[in-house]
């Protein structure tokens, strides 16, 4: 199933397939009391279907602000981004994010807590929406666990809630912000080996994914596309395309080349 799932979507697809999502020039500066603060400087990239894509950079470079940006949650100071041909400048459905902090009602049971996603969408029943949170929780693993509240959920299946959460939304784009770095090591690593497949599967409507980090291993073990900045103001310092086979070895002699490529760009 595994391996199925990635032969059809996962694979590099650079060249070859559609474009979903295009950054284009993209600046972000804010006024602050005596000067202005460059947070992104002139930062272009593309995301085609079928690509799992992270963004990584130091810490405080502006990713989650990059993120928002695309989201259409914050408007940048010039530039663009485009959903297919057109310009996101707002929220949009085919774009969903997945919060830094799972957002989790602690009041709301799981299968609540995923509802939520769809509580102002007004073309669907009230049964339609109970279907589709549940569908999304069985496809992240929860099933069993749907009356259960945040407080009796391990950190690593509250993740899973925030997943099946964006899942719910049916999204062709998923954003990611640091979606591991709150869980413990052991956990991380394990979720880490599902998420691939629970978001990027022939049964998924998610076509694309673009996930903040700054952990190296990490984005060589998850993308088809690294996309490298610099420090703050935040610039593409370079691109790396990820070229092993999934599910993959973190112990190879291939990994560990990639590894050691995004890190000469970080430093
Ligand atoms: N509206 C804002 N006002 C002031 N500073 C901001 C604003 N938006 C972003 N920044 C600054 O931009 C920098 C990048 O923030 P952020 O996007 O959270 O970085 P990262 O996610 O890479 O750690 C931070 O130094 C932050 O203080
Ligand atoms: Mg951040």
Do not use: C
């Not at 990584?56 to 990059?66: D, E, N, R, V, W």
């Not at 408007?75 to 997945?98: F, L």
């Not at 009602?105 to 299968?111: E, H, S």
């Amino acid at each position: 199933m595994y391996e199925e799932a990635t032969q059809g979507n996962g694979q590099p697809q650079e060249g070859s397939s559609e474009v979903l999502l295009t950054v284009k020039s993209l600046s972000y500066s804010v006024q602050l009391e005596r000067r202005v603060l460059d947070v992104l400087k002139d930062i272009s990239f593309s995301v085609s279907d079928g690509q799992f894509v992270s963004i990584i950079g130091p810490s405080g470079a502006g990713k989650s602000t990059l993120l928002r940006i695309i989201a259409g949650l914050v408007r940048p100071t010039s530039g663009h981004v485009y959903y297919r041909d057109q310009e996101v400048t707002h929220p949009i459905k085919n774009i969903s994010m997945m919060f830094q902090n799972y957002a989790l009602l602690p009041w709301k049971t799981a299968l609540e807590n995923v509802e939520i996603a769809l509580y102002s969408n007004e073309e669907l029943s009230a049964r339609e929406k109970r279907e589709k949170a549940l569908k999304a929780l069985t496809a992240v693993g929860l099933s069993g666990f749907e009356n259960a509240y945040p407080g009796e959920l391990s950190g690593g299946m509250k993740q899973r809630v925030a997943i099946a959460r964006a899942l719910a939304l049916e999204p062709e784009i998923l954003l990611m912000d640091e979606p591991f770095s709150a869980l413990d090591p052991l956990t991380a690593d394990h979720l880490r080996n599902e998420v691939y497949s629970y978001v990027i599967n022939p049964q998924s409507p998610i076509r694309s994914v673009i996930m903040v980090s700054h952990n190296v291993e990490e984005v060589i073990e998850l993308s088809d596309k690294v996309v490298v900045l610099s420090p703050r103001p935040a610039h593409v310092v370079g691109e790396v395309n990820i070229l092993l086979n999934r599910p993959r070895d973190k112990k190879s002699f291939e990994f560990y080349t990639y590894v050691d490529q995004v890190f000469a760009l970080l430093t």
